[in-house]
């Protein structure tokens, strides 16, 4: 079975400084990946996606994430944290053998001026 | 192109009450999926819709159901509403291009937000 960890629920970090928002997987068979971001009253929007074309993946807004397969991880990094960025973050895998998404529980980043 | 849409945005209903949710779909996607989000449960997957037709179900009861038109517009409806039933929900679209939806990008709606009092 599929399921997804996100570790911390909240991350704090100054503006300009890195994001590094963590997402642990574990799937029976090769994953799909995604991150998402949820602003306030907003349905969520794609970050970027992992279909296995290459491990280190770009998104929107300047947001990228690496698939390590040894650590079963894909976290999600910024190089310099804008006040912008200031949202929920889902982490999520494509269920095995249907189209269903398995989030995580999400890590609220807050960026301090 | 327009995104998905969801309707209405908000709703208060008491319990026992019965609600309709309505999504409708970015053009030329055939797959629509709900999804139930709560601070303590997280987001969680109702249904998915597919050809009109159920294509998977998560594990909720069966006061939630769905359907889907020819259009691909979709609803859902909750039958005797329960306090734990307030929550947002979520519609999101995709194109399903392949036989099972697996790995499919999912485009979601802004969600409509139910308070059961």
């Known amino acids: 079975a599929q399921s997804v960890t996100q570790l911390g629920s909240h991350v704090s970090v100054s503006e300009g400084a890195l994001v590094l928002l963590r997402c642990n997987y574990s799937?029976?068979?090769?994953?799909?990946l995604f991150w998402y971001v949820q602003y306030p009253n907003q349905g969520l929007q794609l970050l970027l996606k992992y279909t296995s074309a290459a491990t280190l993946v770009k998104g929107i807004n300047g947001f990228e994430a690496e698939f390590k397969k040894s650590e079963t991880s894909f976290h999600l990094t910024k190089p310099s944290a804008h006040m912008s960025d200031a949202a929920e973050y889902f982490c999520a895998v494509s269920a095995s053998n249907t189209g269903k998404l398995i989030f995580g529980q999400g890590t609220t980043l807050q960026v301090k001026p | 192109k327009a995104g998905v849409t969801q309707t209405p945005r908000y709703l208060i209903k008491t319990r026992g009450q019965q609600v309709t949710l309505s999504c409708s779909p970015i053009s030329g996607h055939r797959s629509v999926s709900w999804y139930q989000q709560t601070p303590g449960q997280g987001l969680q997957f109702l249904f998915e819709?597919?050809?009109?037709?159920?294509?998977n179900k998560g594990n909720f009861p069966g006061r939630f159901s769905g359907r889907q038109f020819s259009n691909s517009r979709s609803e859902m409806n909750v039958s005797t509403l329960e306090l734990g039933d307030s929550a947002l929900y979520l519609c999101?679209?995709?194109?399903?291009?392949?036989?099972?939806?697996?790995?499919?990008?999912?485009?979601f709606g802004p969600g409509t937000r139910l308070l059961v009092l």
């Open positions: 999101a679209s995709s194109l399903a291009l392949g036989n099972s939806g697996r790995g499919e990008t999912q485009y």
């Open positions: 799937s029976s068979v090769p994953p799909y």
């Open positions: 819709y597919f050809s009109e037709t159920q294509r």
